[in-house]
C-alpha cells in the first residue's frame, strides 16, 4: 500500500487533535493530582457528564448557537457538580493515604454514572458540531475535517490559559507553592482549604471542557468515563504527575503514535498506548518531565 | 460518635439480611416464571431496552387474556453490566433462587456461551436475544439453547449476498477488534469470495472496542482507495463510525457497508447528521415490510413507550411468541416438551411468518438491504431501496453446521 | 499481636465459622453454596493481594492479571491437551508465578503509581494478547464447558474442594506473614529508606512478595475455572483488578480477614441488591462513601477496634499514627 505524504500530514494533524482533547482532560487531573495530591478517578465521569450536558444544551438552544452556548455552560454545570460533591465530600479527606482516596473517587465515579443513567437515561447521544466547523477541508491533497483544525487551535488556547492562571495569577501560584509544600502555605496564614477546593473546581472545569469538545466527534455514552480514565492516568504518569506540560507531552505521545500506528501496522492499534507507556516507563521511572511529587 | 458507628452498622447489616432473607417467602405453583440476565445499564441498553420493552408488551397482552396453560407469565430481570462473571452468577441466581422455567438474554457473545453451557447442565431452556456469535447455535450449539437473533455467519451471507450484485472489486476491511469484528469480517469475506471470485482485498483496519476517535482511520483508509469498505462495527462505534465518516467526507467518497447502518438503533441518535448513501442490513425497520402487521405493531410499541420499536424489539416480540405458543402446543410447563414444540414452530412476526429451525434451534430470519438517505418527514435518516434477503438465503445450511459441530 | 494475646478465643471462632462453612451445602439452598463458593475464589484473590498492598505496600493495581491468567492456563491445559487434570491444576499457579516474576521485576524498579500505572499497562498487554488471539485463547468468547473428573463434576464436591483449598491457602498465608519474611515485608512497607539502610534488599523483597501473591492469585484461578467451568478475557482487564482492590480495601487493608469480609459484602451486595434494582453500583457507591468516611479502616478494621479495644491501644503505643499495621485479627 503506498502511503504519500499527504496522508501522512494528514494523519499527523488528526493525531494532534486528538491530542488536544486528551491534553485538556489530562491536564486538569494532573492539576488536581499535583496541588491535592488525590488521584481522581471520578475524573472521567465529570468529562462524560460535560459532554451529557452538552448535548442537553445545544438541543435545548438549537440552532447555530446551540454548541457554542454549550461549550461555555456544560463545563460550569460540570464545576457546580464537583463543588458539592468537594464541600460535601472530598474537602474531609485530602489528607487520606493514596489508596483510599483511590476507593473514594472510585465510590463517587460510580455514583456519579448512576446519576448519569438516572438523568439521561441509558441512549446513545449525539451532538453535531456547528455549521461552521463541519465537513472537512482540503489540505496538500488530503482532507481534514474541520472541527479537527478547529480542536488543534482550541487546544494551545486551553493550555496557555492554564499557564497563565498558574504563574501569572495569585490563585495560580498559590496553588503550586502548594502543590510542593503544603504545610508551608498553610503557615504563612493562606487558607488552605479555599485554595484546594478552587485547584479542585479548576481541574473539573478543564474536565468539563474536554468533554464538551470530544461530545461532537462521538457517540455520547455511558461508559465513555472508563474509556477516557485509564488513558488519562496513563498519560498523566508518563508525563510526570502534576506537570501541566507532562501532561501534553504524554498526550501527543498517544496522539500521534496512535494515529501512526493506525497508518503503519493497523493490526496492533490496540497495545500502543500501553507499549509507549512500558517503553517511557521502563526508560524513565518518573515520567517525561519532572513530576512536583 | 461510637454510639452512631454502632447504629450505622447494625442498620447496614439489617438490610443486608433482610435483602437475603426476602426472597424465601413461599412461592408454589404459581405463575410461569422467565428469567432474564441482560446489560441494561452502559451502551448496550440501545438494544436491550427495546428486546425487554417489546417482550413485556407481549407477555402483558397474553396475560391479558389470562395467560398460558391457564398460568399468567412473569418474568424477571438481571442486569450483568455486560460482565461475564456477574452474568453467570446472575443466571445461577435465577435458575437456583428463582427457580425460573426459561431464561432469556443476553447481548455479551461470552457470557451467552458461558450461561448457555449452564444452561446445557441444567437442562434449564435458554433463548439468547441479542448475542451474535454464530457459535451459539452452531459449534456449541445444543439442545438447551435457541436463537431468535440473527448471528455472524448468517448476516456474512446476507451482506454477500447484497453486495455480490454491487460493482465493487477492490475491498477494505476495517472494524471492531473483537470476536463479533472478525467474524463478521470473516463471515462477509468468505461468503462474497465464493459468490463473487474477482474480489480483491487491498487492506485491513481493526481498532480496539469502543475507540472514540475513528477519523484516523478513516484517513489511512482513504489513502489506499478501495472500491468499497466493509465495517465490522457494532454498538457504540456504530455511531462513531458513521459520524466520523460523515465529518471526513468518507461516504461521500467511497461506498461503505455496515452491519445495521440502517437500522434505527443506529440512525435515531445521529438524526438529520448521519451521512448519506451508506450500504446496511438489518434484521427489521419499523416503516419496511409496510404491512399492517408491522404496522400495527410499531404503532402499538410507539404508544405503550412513545418511540420507534428497533431491531430489538423484534427479537423481544420474537422471544415472547415463540415462548407462549410453544408452552400452549406442549401442554403443560414441562422442559423437554417445551423444546420438542418449540423445534420447527413457526409463528407470525412483523417481518412474516418465522420458523424456528429445528436442527440447529436457531430463528429463520430474513434480512434487509437498504442504503441510509434523507427523507422528508422524519427527524433522522431511513433505509431506501430495500432489497429483502430472504432467509433461505440467509441461513447456514444444515451440512455446515454439522461440519463445524464436527459430525 | 492480636491471637497471642487470646489465642483460643480466636480460635473458637474460627473453628465454630470452619464447621458451619462444612455444613453449608447439605441443608442450605444450592444457590449459597455457590455463591460461597464464588466469595471463597474472589477472597483469595483479594487475599493474595493483600499480601503486596495491605502488607508489602505495593500499589499492585493489575493482581486480576495472574488471576486470569492462572485460569486461563488451567483451562487450556484442560481443553487443548490431552494430559492429567492435575497437571491443568498444577499448570495455574506456576504460570501465575512466573507472569508475576516477569511483570514484578519490571515493576519493583519503580514506585507507587508508577508502580502500579507500569503493572496495568504490562497487565494489558498481556490481556490485548488473550483478547486477540483467538485460535489459541478463543478471545473475547472465551473458554466454556470446560470438563472437570467426575469426582469434582457436582456443585457441593467441587465447593469442598474449594473450601479445603481456601483454608489451607489461608494458614499458609497466615504463616508467611508470621515468618520473619512476612515482618520485614511490612518493616518495608512503613519505612523502606530504613530497611535499605540496614541491609535489606528492598526490591529482592518486594518481588519474592510479589511472587507470593501471584502464586496465591494463581491458586484462586485455578478455583475460579473449577466453579464456573468458564474463563473469559475479562478476568484479565483492569476493571476487574480494580473490583479486587476495591474488596480489599473495603474489608480492611491492614487485616489479614478483612478483604473476605469486603469480597463478601460487594458480591452478596450485588447478587441480592441486583434483584432489586439496576442501580446497585449506586447503592455500592455510597455504602463505600460511607465506609471511608466512617470506618477508615475498613469493615473489618473497625470490628476489630470494636472488639478488641484494649489491642488498639496498646498498637497505637507501638506504632504511633500509623497503627493499623500487624496482623489483626
Same mark, same amino acid.
Given at each position: 500500500m503506498a502511503i504519500g505524504w499527504a496522508e501522512i500530514f494528514c494523519q499527523f494533524l488528526v493525531g494532534i487533535s486528538r491530542s488536544m482533547i486528551l491534553f485538556i482532560v489530562c491536564a486538569g487531573l494532573s492539576f488536581i493530582l499535583g496541588v491535592l495530591r488525590v488521584p481522581n478517578i471520578a475524573h472521567g465521569s465529570l468529562y462524560m457528564i460535560g459532554a451529557f450536558a452538552t448535548f442537553s444544551i445545544s438541543k435545548m438552544i438549537g440552532g447555530t448557537y446551540g454548541f457554542w452556548v454549550a461549550l461555555a455552560l456544560a463545563p460550569l454545570l460540570v464545576v457546580v457538580v464537583s463543588l458539592i460533591a468537594e464541600r460535601l465530600l472530598f474537602c474531609h479527606l485530602y489528607q487520606r493515604e493514596h489508596l483510599m482516596l483511590i476507593l473514594f473517587t472510585f465510590s463517587v465515579s460510580l455514583i456519579l454514572g448512576d446519576l448519569v443513567k438516572i438523568v439521561w437515561g441509558a441512549e446513545y447521544r449525539s451532538v453535531s458540531p456547528p455549521e461552521i466547523l463541519k465537513g472537512s477541508i482540503s489540505l496538500l491533497g488530503a482532507s481534514v475535517p474541520r472541527y479537527n483544525l478547529f480542536l488543534i487551535i482550541i487546544g494551545p488556547l486551553v493550555g496557555i490559559a492554564l499557564w497563565l492562571f498558574t504563574t501569572r495569577t495569585k490563585i495560580g501560584k498559590i496553588s503550586r507553592a502548594a502543590a510542593v509544600d503544603r504545610e508551608m502555605v498553610g503557615v504563612l496564614g493562606i487558607n488552605v482549604s479555599w485554595v484546594f477546593s478552587f485547584a479542585f473546581l479548576v481541574g473539573c472545569y478543564l474536565a468539563g471542557i474536554g468533554g464538551a469538545l470530544v461530545a461532537p466527534t462521538v457517540?455520547?455514552?455511558?461508559?465513555m468515563d472508563h474509556t477516557l480514565i485509564i488513558e488519562a492516568f496513563l498519560i498523566v504518569i508518563i508525563g510526570g504527575l502534576g506537570n501541566m506540560w507532562g501532561a501534553l507531552v504524554g498526550s501527543l505521545i498517544f496522539g500521534v503514535t496512535h494515529s501512526f500506528g493506525v497508518l503503519f501496522w493497523p493490526q496492533f492499534a490496540i497495545v500502543f498506548p500501553y507499549m509507549s507507556v512500558v517503553i517511557v516507563l521502563l526508560l524513565r521511572p518518573r515520567g517525561l518531565l519532572k513530576s512536583v511529587w | 460518635m461510637k454510639r452512631i458507628l454502632w447504629v450505622s452498622s447494625l442498620c447496614l447489616w439489617g438490610v443486608i439480611i433482610t435483602l437475603i432473607c426476602l426472597p424465601f417467602g413461599a412461592k408454589a405453583q404459581g405463575p410461569i416464571k422467565i428469567g432474564i440476565v441482560d446489560t441494561y445499564s452502559g451502551p448496550p441498553t440501545t438494544y436491550t431496552y427495546d428486546v425487554r420493552d417489546a417482550f413485556k408488551l407481549a407477555i402483558d397482552e397474553v396475560n391479558a387474556k389470562g395467560g398460558v396453560l391457564g398460568r399468567k407469565i412473569e418474568f424477571t430481570t438481571r442486569d450483568d453490566k455486560f460482565k461475564v462473571d456477574i452474568c453467570l452468577s446472575m443466571a445461577k441466581e435465577l435458575i #437456583? #433462587? /428463582?427457580? %425460573?422455567d426459561i431464561l432469556m438474554g443476553t447481548i455479551n457473545s461470552a457470557a451467552t456461551l458461558a450461561v448457555s453451557e449452564y444452561c446445557k447442565g441444567e437442562k434449564i431452556p435458554f433463548i439468547v436475544t441479542f448475542?451474535?456469535?454464530?457459535?451459539?447455535? &452452531? /459449534?456449541? &450449539? *445444543?439442545?438447551y439453547v435457541f436463537s431468535v437473533t440473527e448471528n455472524t455467519a448468517m448476516i456474512g451471507k446476507a451482506a454477500a449476498a447484497g453486495l455480490a450484485k454491487r460493482p465493487y472489486v477492490k475491498y477494505w476491511i476495517a472494524g471492531d477488534d473483537y470476536e463479533y469484528g472478525h467474524a463478521l469480517a470473516d463471515g462477509v469475506w468468505g461468503n462474497l469470495k465464493r459468490l463473487?471470485? +474477482? %474480489?480483491?482485498?487491498?487492506g485491513q483496519s481493526w481498532w480496539k %472496542? &469502543? /475507540?472514540? /476517535?475513528l477519523t484516523p482511520y478513516l484517513t489511512a483508509i482513504s489513502a489506499a482507495k478501495p472500491d468499497a469498505v466493509i465495517f465490522a462495527t457494532g454498538g457504540a462505534s456504530m455511531v462513531n463510525a458513521m459520524k466520523a465518516a460523515k465529518a471526513t467526507g468518507f461516504a461521500e467518497r467511497i461506498p461503505m457497508f455496515i452491519h445495521t447502518a440502517t437500522e434505527h438503533s443506529t440512525l435515531a441518535p445521529l438524526g438529520l447528521d448521519a451521512p448519506e448513501k451508506v450500504i446496511g442490513t438489518s434484521n427489521y425497520h419499523f416503516y419496511y415490510p409496510d404491512t399492517p402487521k408491522n404496522k400495527a405493531f410499531a404503532k402499538a410499541f410507539k404508544d405503550a413507550y412513545g418511540r420507534e420499536p428497533k431491531v430489538g424489539a423484534l427479537y423481544g416480540y420474537l422471544a415472547a411468541q415463540f415462548i407462549t405458543r410453544a408452552l400452549t402446543k406442549a401442554g403443560k410447563m414441562d422442559r423437554e416438551r417445551f423444546i420438542d414444540a418449540l423445534e420447527g414452530m413457526k409463528v407470525d412476526s412483523p417481518v412474516g411468518e418465522i420458523e424456528m429451525r429445528?436442527? +440447529? *434451534?436457531?430463528a429463520m430470519l430474513p434480512m434487509y438491504m437498504g442504503v441510509t438517505k434523507k427523507v422528508a418527514g422524519y427527524p433522522f435518516l431511513i433505509a431506501t431501496d430495500i432489497v429483502t434477503i430472504p432467509a433461505s438465503e440467509v441461513m447456514p445450511s444444515i451440512e455446515e453446521i454439522k461440519k463445524v459441530r464436527g459430525q | 499481636m492480636g491471637d497471642k494475646r487470646k489465642p483460643s478465643n480466636a480460635v473458637w471462632i474460627l473453628g465454630i465459622i470452619f464447621l458451619f462453612l462444612i455444613f453449608i451445602p447439605p441443608f442450605a439452598p444450592r444457590f449459597f453454596t455457590y455463591i460461597l463458593g464464588l466469595i471463597f475464589v474472589t477472597s483469595l484473590v483479594a487475599m493474595s493481594l493483600n499480601l503486596v498492598v495491605g502488607f508489602g505496600g505495593m500499589f499492585q493495581f493489575h493482581h486480576g492479571v495472574f488471576y486470569g491468567v492462572s485460569a486461563y492456563a488451567t483451562a487450556l491445559v484442560l481443553t487443548k491437551t490431552s494430559l492429567a487434570t492435575w497437571i491443568g491444576f498444577m499448570a495455574g499457579p506456576i504460570v501465575a508465578t512466573l507472569t508475576g516474576l516477569i511483570i514484578g521485576w519490571f515493576c519493583v524498579r519503580l514506585t507507587r503509581l508508577y508502580f502500579g500505572m507500569l503493572q496495568i499497562s504490562l497487565g494489558s498487554l498481556l490481556w490485548a494478547i488473550v483478547f486477540r488471539w483467538y485460535s489459541f485463547t478463543g478471545g473475547d468468547d472465551g473458554i466454556h464447558g470446560i470438563r472437570m473428573p467426575s469426582l469434582l463434576m457436582s456443585l457441593n464436591n467441587s465447593y469442598y474442594f474449594i473450601l479445603a483449598i481456601f483454608i489451607l491457602s489461608l494458614l499458609l498465608m497466615y504463616k508467611i506473614l508470621k515468618s520473619p519474611f512476612g515482618n520485614t515485608l511490612q518493616a518495608i512497607r512503613d519505612n523502606p529508606q530504613r530497611c535499605e539502610a540496614v541491609g535489606i534488599n528492598v526490591r529482592r523483597y518486594q518481588l519474592l512478595g510479589i511472587l507470593i501473591a501471584t502464586f496465591f492469585a494463581g491458586v484462586a484461578g485455578v478455583l475460579f475455572v473449577i466453579l464456573e467451568r468458564s474463563v473469559f478475557a475479562d478476568l484479565l482487564f483492569w476493571v476487574l483488578s480494580l473490583e479486587i482492590l476495591i474488596m480489599c480495601l473495603l474489608g480492611g487493608w491492614f487485616t489479614f480477614f478483612g478483604p473476605i469480609l469486603g469480597t463478601a459484602i460487594i458480591i452478596s451486595l450485588r447478587t441480592f441488591v441486583g434483584k432489586y434494582t439496576e442501580y446497585w453500583t449506586l447503592i455500592l457507591g455510597i455504602i463505600l462513601i460511607l465506609v471511608i468516611f466512617f470506618l477508615p479502616e475498613g469493615v473489618m478494621g473497625y470490628v476489630q477496634e470494636v472488639l478488641k479495644p484494649k489491642m488498639k491501644e496498646v498498637k497505637q503505643e507501638e506504632k504511633g499514627i500509623d497503627a493499623s499495621s500487624g496482623i489483626g485479627f
Open positions: 457517540s455520547i455514552t455511558l461508559g | #437456583m #433462587m /428463582e427457580k %425460573v448475542s451474535k456469535s454464530d457459535k451459539i447455535t &452452531g /459449534e456449541k &450449539g *445444543h439442545r463473487k471470485p +474477482d %474480489v480483491q482485498l487491498i %472496542v &469502543g /475507540e472514540p /476517535e429445528a436442527y +440447529d *434451534h436457531q | -
